[in-house]
């Protein structure tokens, strides 16, 4: 049928061609160890995926082209206007949205897999039927909880918890129907029904859609690096139900990569996954000093006291969180940043492992402002260096800075790591209001004695203490 | 391929990306994530297979989808990538563009002198 059909399906050399591209795919991973290298990595692991693609398209007995490339020219007219127009503060909503559309096109496989085997009308061997089951249900788990983070971190549905009354049993019920169907298609294999099957997908994409839906904004680094975990883990169970080793070690390093940044992501809130996927911070205690409504007493300040302050100051650490991202606001910063630094102030940059909506974010968006990555400062790096610096300006972050997570055991956040800038000289916090974060408590940083309170745009003020700077 | 020739290349596997993922620094977390979406792409593979030897109009539609489904992972997800890493090996800095110093907008003088 094909001109192309230069490979036996299974065959050597089509598995040796495999074999080169996962290698592929780890060197470039390795050579995403440095900034300097990962750009290089990129295009490497690219490369493997060049060759793994072409030596599919090659094997023998390859049909269907008019599809084929139907399919491939949809999906990649929509990667590239997708990246080529993506903000860099909107990346947590294109991972999103990746780390979905990955997963669906595993439970769509994993759907025709089964299909085709019930057509052959033989015993569905269980080395490849419990493969095809677990990336079924983990592929539609992880497309709609995908979708949901998207849809919330694309503000399409509200960011806030939404969970109904006993949502808890509602979604064990379910993943018990899901383990029961999943084991009744595993026992009937020499005959599984494909209605069962489909059932399957549907409870999953449901258990999906009541997982991430009840999951705050906040939370979101946590969620979107677990969903990058489950897609990986469904793309190796498809390479098990496909015999491709490709699949395998490529859904295997994926699944590592989610799985290592949803530890991270945890430690760094000091809450176990599980905390974060089944409770909402709705449903913790509001202890801690907050929550009261009454007004406490705080400085508040311009933008002109602001430059003042920062102007003559010899160190300045800047703390970026969310409501940086959300003003766009990585630019004026950097603009402040200039003026400092032509005045001989030493500027740097302190991100909090779970500052913003996804892991790295902050980084990112400092990067696209130009801001050298030396000068991006680690929290364990830069919390020592706290009493030696003379005004930490806090942009757009809250509970990473709130002391109480440190001072106030009964507080909700008790116990998360957070970036000490109330060890500092002074603190400036550029806020539209002393509204309370995330975690819904307040923030005793905004009403200790050496804190300022800018009540602004993120963005408008840092311009305006940027051209203060300026006329010092 | 037996089932435990890949078990143990699924195994090995776990071991060689936490030692290699867990070497890359926070800083390129994010640029790490599209770049594992881009990789978990590879899943087209199964879309073609699919598509390629299917003679059935379910699967017709199904394995589509996956393909595009795929090719949005793999050609986003590396474009991305690549565009964001840009972003960090960019050189130092454009230091001194000319007349970044003077003119800027509400600066003081001559600000159009209403009211």
Redesign the interface.
């Known amino acids: 049928m094909s001109l192309l059909a230069v490979l036996k399906?299974g065959g050597d050399a089509a598995t040796a061609l495999y074999i080169v591209?996962f290698s592929l795919?780890?060197i470039?991973?390795?050579q995403?160890?440095?900034?300097?290298t990962?750009?290089r990595g990129?295009?490497i692991?690219?490369g493997g995926?060049a060759i793994?693609?072409v030596t599919?398209?090659l094997?023998d007995?390859?049909?269907?082209w008019g599809?084929?490339v139907?399919?491939?020219g949809?999906?990649?007219a929509?990667?590239?206007i997708?990246?080529?127009r993506?903000q860099?503060t909107e990346?947590p909503q294109?991972?999103a949205l990746?780390?979905g559309?990955?997963g669906?096109?595993?439970a769509?496989?994993a759907?025709?897999?089964i299909?085709?085997g019930i057509?052959l009308g033989e015993d569905f061997p269980l080395?490849s039927l419990i493969p095809v089951i677990f990336a079924g249900i983990v592929g539609s788990v992880s497309f709609w909880g995908s979708n949901i983070a998207f849809a919330k971190l694309q503000d399409l549905i509200p960011t806030r918890p939404i969970a109904a009354p006993g949502q808890q049993v509602i979604n064990a019920v379910l993943l018990l129907a899901i383990i029961v169907i999943s084991v009744v298609l595993a026992v009937d294999h020499e005959s599984p029904s494909e209605g069962l099957f489909i059932l399957l997908l549907i409870l999953a994409a449901i258990l999906g859609n009541l997982v991430v839906l009840p999951i705050g904004g906040a939370d979101m680094p946590v969620v979107?690096?677990l969903l990058?975990a489950f897609?990986?883990l469904?793309?190796?169970a498809?390479?098990?139900a496909?015999?491709?080793?490709?699949?395998?070690?490529?859904?295997?390093?994926?699944?590592?990569?989610?799985?290592?940044?949803t530890m991270?992501m945890a430690t760094a809130m000091n809450r176990s996954v599980s905390n974060i996927l089944f409770s909402g911070f709705g449903g913790a205690p509001s202890g801690g000093g907050g929550g009261t409504g009454e007004e406490r007493p705080h400085v508040s300040i311009g933008a002109q006291d602001a430059a003042i302050k920062l102007a003559y100051a010899d160190t300045v650490v800047i703390v970026p969180g969310y409501g940086l991202a959300v003003a766009q606001a990585q630019h004026a910063i950097k603009e402040v940043a200039d003026e400092l630094e032509k005045r001989g102030v030493t500027v740097n940059y302190a991100?909090h492992?779970v500052a913003g909506r996804?892991?790295?974010?902050m980084?990112?968006l400092l990067?696209?402002a130009?801001v050298?990555?030396e000068n991006?400062k680690?929290m364990e790096e830069i919390n020592p260096e706290m009493p030696r610096t003379d005004v930490a300006v806090v942009v757009g972050a809250n509970d990473v800075t709130n002391p109480a997570a440190k001072n106030d055991p009964d507080s909700p956040i008790a116990g998360m790591p957070i970036i000490e800038v109330n060890e500092a000289q002074q603190v400036i916090v550029i806020k539209r209001s002393l509204s309370p974060g995330f975690a819904g408590i307040d923030n005793d940083l905004f009403y200790e004695p050496n804190t300022s309170m800018l009540f602004a745009d993120a963005k408008a003020a840092a311009s305006e203490i940027a051209?203060a700077i300026?006329?010092l | 391929m037996s089932l435990m020739t890949e078990i143990t290349i699924f195994v090995l596997a776990v071991f060689v990306g936490f030692e290699v993922i867990s070497k890359v620094p926070t800083t390129l977390h994010t640029p790490l994530m599209s770049q594992t979406n881009a990789i978990h792409g590879i899943v087209m593979l199964g879309g073609l297979i699919v598509v390629g030897f299917a003679n059935d109009g379910i699967e017709y539609v199904i394995g589509t989808i996956a393909i595009a489904f795929g090719a949005i992972n793999i050609v986003g997800g590396f474009m991305v990538t690549d565009r964001m890493l840009g972003m960090f090996s960019r050189k130092p800095r454009p230091q001194s563009k000319p007349a970044s110093s003077a003119s800027r907008p509400g600066a003081g003088e001559s600000d159009g002198g209403a009211s």
């Open positions: 399906p591209a795919f780890i470039g991973i390795k995403g160890t440095h900034p300097t990962a750009k990129n295009l692991a690219a995926m793994a693609v599919t398209l094997l007995g390859m049909g269907n599809l084929i139907l399919g491939l949809i999906g990649s929509i990667g590239v997708a990246s080529v993506v860099m990346m294109m991972v990746y780390n559309v990955g669906g096109a595993v769509l496989i759907w025709s897999e299909r085709h057509s080395d979107i690096s990058n897609t990986g469904s793309a190796a498809a390479g098990f496909l015999d491709n080793v490709a699949l395998i070690v490529a859904g295997t390093l994926v699944g590592s990569s989610g799985t290592i940044l991270e991100i492992p996804m892991p790295g974010h980084n990112v990067a696209e130009d050298p990555y991006l680690e051209a300026e006329d």
